[in-house]
């Protein structure tokens, strides 16, 4: 078996040593019941969206996706896998993210070309997907551990939306979740931030006691100046992630913990293309057959396996 050399990666320049893109940074408000988690992807984006000719719409809609799925990702304290699945009737039928421990994240998506380019460049996410369901899914590495997946309507004007509505709906966990994503202005590549917040609930041991009020009143300050963020912040590579939440958080102050490193990394290999293959019967893997050898593509990465017909 050997892999396409045709669809290798293409070349984007690596990261500036002082750069924090590919990185997820947790941080706290202080004097707060608020945590939250920033997310920079700069090359990670790049090679994922590179690897397909996705329209505009798709390629951003995904970008946020892959945001999304390294925030919520980086906060798992298992080994395993957790993934965001968005399934729907739109233009855009699928789309997919997966983060696994430590630091790998892939992404792709499936969709109608030309319902796609029937739709403006910047469409909102419930006329890209229509009616559909957005899955959160973790899977532990250790098989005696139970897999967990929750569900909720892909309901609300943007993605960050749907994904506040599944904390609220689903952890009764009050969040505020912002995304984006677009092409650098300079180098043309793409990018993708976000930023979310959680209101815990609760005071930390040993904290002072704080009135309900207050703690509404934390919460409401916490969110405002979340929603005051602009798409250019969460994307520009010469603002670093503590920079950004410095400027959002300053007068509160906010304290950022050890950042998470991200990769892309997709797990295609000749093992588990031919484990997979081992899986069909005699006759399917004949249909699937061609000049004596069967072609498979990785979904993710878009590479091919051609392995030579038994």
């Not at 590495?141 to 943007?158: F, K, N, T």
């Not at 976000?194 to 002072?208: N, S, V």
């Not at 503590?242 to 959002?248: A, C, E, F, V």
Request: net charge negative; charged share 25%.
């Amino acid at each position: 078996m050997a892999a396409d050399k045709d669809k290798a990666d293409p070349i984007i320049l690596g990261d500036p040593p002082d750069s924090s893109d590919n990185q997820v940074l947790p941080f706290a408000i202080e004097g707060m019941e608020v945590r939250g988690r920033a997310v920079r992807l700069g090359t990670v984006a790049g090679q994922i969206l590179a690897a397909h000719a996705y329209p505009l719409p798709v390629a951003r809609l995904l970008g946020q996706v892959a945001a999304l799925t390294a925030l919520l990702g980086s906060i798992m304290k298992i080994e395993g896998t957790f993934t965001v699945q968005a399934r729907a009737k739109g233009a855009v039928s699928l789309l997919v993210a997966d983060f696994r421990s430590p630091d790998e994240l892939r992404a792709y998506a499936e969709f109608d070309e030309e319902k796609v380019a029937a739709l403006p460049d910047a469409a909102p996410i419930r006329d890209l997907v229509g009616d559909g369901h957005l899955a959160i899914t973790i899977d532990p590495a250790d098989p005696g551990m139970e897999r967990y997946q929750g569900i909720v309507d892909l309901a609300g004007d943007s993605l960050a939306d749907c994904a506040a509505a599944y904390f609220t709906s689903s952890e009764q966990t009050p969040s505020e979740v912002r995304l984006a994503s677009g092409r650098d202005p300079v180098s043309g590549n793409w990018r993708a931030g976000g930023i979310m917040i959680q209101y815990l609930g609760r005071q930390e041991q040993g904290g002072a006691r704080i009135s309900d009020e207050e703690k509404e009143e934390s919460w409401s300050r916490a969110s405002i100046l979340l929603d005051s963020i602009k798409d250019e912040e969460l994307l520009d590579p010469a603002l670093t992630l503590p920079q950004l939440l410095y400027r959002l958080y300053h007068e509160d102050g906010v304290r950022v913990f050890g950042a998470v490193k991200l990769k892309r990394g997709c797990r295609c290999s000749d093992g588990k293309i031919e484990a997979m293959l081992e899986a069909f019967s005699t006759k399917d893997r004949e249909d699937m057959t061609d000049d004596g050898v069967i072609t498979v593509t990785c979904a993710f990465c878009n590479r091919d396996f051609t392995v030579a017909a038994a």
